[in-house]
Nanobody, 125 residues
Framework: QVQLAESGGGLVQAGGSLRLSCAASGHYFSAYALGWFRQAPGKERETVAGLSWNGGDVYYADSVKGRFNIFRDDATNTGFLQMNSLKPEDTAVYYC??????????????????WGQGTTVTVSS
């Protein structure tokens, strides 16, 4: 069982940066893939980025490539999403997830067994 808690969201102007954290407690976080997802009001949850347990496989949605970076620190059981050059369309609730999921170009929220409660990111224009 893994419990996840996101932090780091907030209000930022367009062009700014935020770093989201995903603190994990419990067992086996280091053995699980890490995913970041977001859901804007009135929209479906979408994949932002994913990172395999060993860091060997990574996925980014086209909309965030070159701006966002996913990484993890297994020594502290923490996952991160560094978000740069933020745009108003990045406004959403961001969720981290973990699980024994392969990281592929078809990465989606389905199949991840462990989820955080979400943190809100608002980007003003």
């Amino acid at each position: 069982q893994v419990q996840l808690a996101e932090s780091g969201g907030g209000l930022v102007q367009a062009g700014g940066s935020l770093r989201l954290s995903c603190a994990a407690s419990g067992h086996y976080f280091s053995a699980y893939a890490l995913g970041w997802f977001r859901q804007a009001p009135g929209k479906e949850r979408e994949t932002v980025a994913g990172l395999s347990w060993n860091g060997g496989d990574v996925y980014y949605a086209d909309s965030v490539k070159g701006r966002f970076n996913i990484f993890r620190d297994d020594a502290t059981n923490t996952g991160f999403l560094q978000m740069n050059s933020l745009k108003p369309e990045d406004t959403a609730v961001y969720y981290c997830a973990a699980g024994p999921i392969p990281i592929t170009n078809e990465l989606g929220p389905g199949g991840f067994p462990y989820w955080g409660q979400g943190t809100t990111v608002t980007v003003s224009s």
